[in-house]
């Protein structure tokens, strides 16, 4: 059983990120990365689940959500930038779990992934769908039902599985494969299309802070369950609210920051990753954080935060100023910012399919590269179209807090990876070197399962089933196929 817990040679790793000819293409600069980032990060966050979160579990103290989830974010995004500079290799957490705690934990992370960057994918898909539909709608456009949802809804009170008399989520599916196909074409050609569209969506989200911070009125706070008008809930009978719906709500809109990881999933392709890295993943998530915070904010404070569970929670913040003339505005900068989110996020998960596959834990056809456009197309097409499939049948509100644990997960993996990787190869070159490593990276960890404890039983058992499903993969394919020649010993 030795070769489960071997480690991957950090000289392979760097000889891979430099196998220019025939591997992925280095064309990403600083700012590219950064609004890799900024494009993943700017865009459910903000336009679908800030709502959500509010009227659900945390009221006006989602702002206090969102900052606990920027504290996480940056105490893990210290670890990531030291792994990602150390270690320029596409695949994130998964290769530095390969690098520091060995095949099998390797494995069960980039299954974790999979699960994290598909269905975040499907989500936002759903999410693109909604804004869609009422934009089209505000100009006279009407879809019908039966074509922007799936046929079946998840009723989390009871538990169900409900039939909606509907076919499937035709925008959200066509979405994926607009996006799938401008993928295959090249990443610099994606990239250069992300950057035009994170410049819209920062308008837009710069102009509805602008326009509402003067119109914020604390009365807003003033709820039934909130007669004080409390910047904190009370407590209800069901634990939301109060601190500990601060705490849950941080896990909900956890969802909102998986972009600056992702960012790391694009090393192999940075044109200078020792430096790059570093400025890619703590410049996106510090712009992000600040802007979460402020839209929050004002968002709580023009509407009543009981009103707030909606698909389109912004285009309701702007119909309460009775700025009518924004609506449209707003709900196309969401359109763009949530088509940036899936772009993002179905790019990171060929990436990490990548890395699996060139180390014989998957199939080659996922990383197998276009001569001409050195992406991985063919597995490329294969996800963006499994991922178009889930989106056309899936309802939202069963893979959020999903997404979010699988993210957490990768973070303690990559915190505690940083602090074995100090331990085993201390005289390793690391270009950026996490700061007060041994006090940073266990508070990352520990922040990181906190957020995971927060969430429901249900998620944790759904997360249990597919890592299952995965530990059958890995000794029914993965471990038998594995490159062995490129371990260590453990």
């Known amino acids: 059983m030795k070769s489960l817990w071997a480690c991957k040679s950090i000289e392979v790793l760097r000889s891979q990120a430099e196998e220019q000819p025939r591997g992925l293409k280095r ?61 320029p290799v596409a695949g994130s957490a998964y290769t530095y779990a390969y690098a520091t705690m060995g095949q099998f934990v390797a494995w069960m992370i980039g299954w974790d992934l999979v699960l994290e960057y598909g269905l975040a994918a499907t989500t936002v898909a759903i999410g693109w769908s909604g804004y869609m539909v009422s934009f089209l709608k505000s100009f006279g456009v009407v879809i019908p039902a039966a074509w922007t949802q799936g046929p079946v809804a998840f009723d989390a009170a009871t538990s169900q599985w409900q039939s909606t008399g509907a076919l499937f989520n035709l925008p959200a599916m066509l979405i994926l494969l607009v996006v799938t196909a401008l993928l295959a074409t090249g990443t610099r050609e994606s990239v250069r299309v992300n950057a035009v569209i994170v ?128 609506a449209p505005i707003i709900k196309l900068g969401a359109i763009a910012g949530l088509t940036t989110v899936l772009l993002v996020l179905v790019l990171a998960q060929t990436r990490i399919f990548y890395s699996m596959s060139r180390d014989g834990l998957l199939p080659g056809i996922f990383s197998e590269i276009h001569p001409k456009q050195r992406t991985p197309f063919k597995s490329t097409l294969l996800t963006g179209g499994v991922i178009a499939l889930l989106a056309g049948v899936l309802p939202m509100g069963l893979v959020v807090e999903l997404v979010s644990i699988g993210t957490l997960a990768a973070f303690v993996v990559v915190c505690i990876g940083v602090l074995v990787l100090r331990k085993t190869r201390p005289d390793m070159p690391r270009p950026f070197r996490t700061p007060a490593v041994n006090f940073v990276a266990p508070v990352g960890a520990l922040a990181a399962f906190a957020l995971m404890a927060g969430l429901p039983a249900d998620t944790w058992i759904r997360l249990l089933i597919w890592l299952l499903i995965g530990v059958v993969i890995y000794f029914g394919y993965g471990r038998r196929h594995a490159n062995a020649a490129e371990l260590t010993k453990p």
């Open 27 to 87: 064309s990403l600069s600083a700012w590219d990365l950064v609004a890799l980032g900024i494009g993943c990060i700017i865009g459910a966050g903000i336009f679908v689940l800030s709502g959500h979160a509010a009227a659900t579990t945390a009221g006006p103290a989602v702002v206090l959500s969102f900052l606990a989830g920027a504290f996480v974010c940056a105490f893990a995004g210290l670890c990531y930038t030291e792994m990602a500079s150390a270690v």
């Open 199 to 326: 410049a819209v969506k920062l308008t837009v989200v710069i102009a509805f802070i602008a326009f509402g911070i003067g119109s914020v009125d604390h009365a807003n706070w003033v709820t039934a369950g909130n007669p004080t008008g409390a910047f904190i809930p009370p407590a209800d009978a069901q634990g939301n609210f109060g601190w500990p719906g601060v705490l849950t709500g941080a896990g909900v809109v956890f969802f909102a920051y998986i972009g600056f990881d992702a960012v790391s999933c694009a090393a192999q392709e940075a044109k200078n990753p020792q430096r790059d890295m570093v400025r890619g993943i703590m410049g996106s998530l510090a712009i992000c954080s600040v802007l979460y915070g402020l839209v929050a904010y004002v968002l709580t404070g023009v509407v009543a935060y009981d009103k707030l569970n909606v698909p389109d929670p912004i285009a309701v913040g702007v119909d309460a100023l009775q700025l009518f003339w924004l």
